[in-house]
T-cell receptor
Framework: DGGITQSPKYLFRKEGQNVTLSCEQN?????MYWYRQDPGQGLRLIYY???????QKGDIAEGYSVSREKKESFPLTVTSAQKNPTAFYLC???????????FGDGTRLSIL | AQSVSQHNHHVILSEAASLELGCNYS??????LFWYVQYPGQHLQLLLK????DPLVKGIKGFEAEFIKSKFSFNLRKPSVQWSDTAEYFC?????????????WGAGTKLIIKP
């Protein structure tokens, strides 16, 4: 079955530590996205990528970094500069940026 | 800044009641409109979308939405809800900005259906 796989499902970070969230898709989609979901705030865009080796900042990119070396992979690194990283992180993909997005099951990040 | 407003954060209904969830957006140009649903323990999935044509669009599970351009609205409706409709519903609006499509999300509405 085609879809999006996010791992891990739960992640704990120590103060001052960088952590990387994985996102893989086998839908052959060009565009991929990372969102942060906080209670009562909907989804906020962190980064997105329209094609391989290209990505743009979203509304809340500070403290995060991404790479897009392969079409199917779009990992997100939460750096120590992100002061409030506790949240639910969703990865999505779409054929193009104006098309419906398909979502993974998410990663819940907590601070130890 | 562009925004999407969902008027109700929580809605509680009894089975067989009619449902209408409001969605308004602030962008004045051409838009694509979406409703997504997240059932408990599942990932977000597309419920329905509007790109062009008939402003009344039908989605999965008996849901429909009407695009009213003059009111900047895209309200979601279902004539008779079921317990299985308990979920969180998100409205999203896509518009062109700097040659890229930007998707703006509403805050979501949690719907609880009492059996």
């Amino acid at each position: 079955d085609g879809g999006i796989t996010q791992s891990p499902k739960y992640l704990f970070r120590k103060e001052g530590q960088n952590v990387t969230l994985s996102c893989e898709q086998n839908l052959n989609h060009d565009a991929m996205y990372w969102y942060r979901q906080d209670p009562g705030q909907g989804l906020r865009l962190i980064y997105y990528s329209q094609i391989v080796n290209d990505f743009q900042k979203g509304d809340i990119a500070e403290g995060y970094s991404v790479s897009r070396e392969k079409k199917e992979s779009f990992p997100l690194t939460v750096t120590s500069a992100q002061k409030n990283p506790t949240a639910f992180y969703l990865c999505a993909s779409s054929r193009r940026t104006n098309q419906p997005q398909h979502f993974g099951d998410g990663t819940r990040l907590s601070i130890l | 800044a562009q925004s999407v407003s969902q008027h109700n954060h929580h809605v509680i209904l009894s089975e067989a009641a009619s449902l209408e969830l409001g969605c308004n957006y602030s962008y004045g140009g051409t838009v694509n409109l979406f409703w997504y649903v997240q059932y408990p323990g599942q990932h977000l999935q597309l419920l329905l979308k509007y790109f062009s044509g008939d402003p009344l669009v039908k989605g999965i599970k008996g849901f429909e939405a009407e695009f009213i351009k003059s009111k900047f609205s895209f309200n979601l409706r279902k004539p008779s809800v079921q317990w299985s409709d308990t979920a969180e519903y998100f409205c999203a609006v896509s518009h062109l900005r700097d040659s890229n499509y930007q998707l703006i999300w509403g805050a979501g509405t949690k719907l609880i259906i009492k059996p």
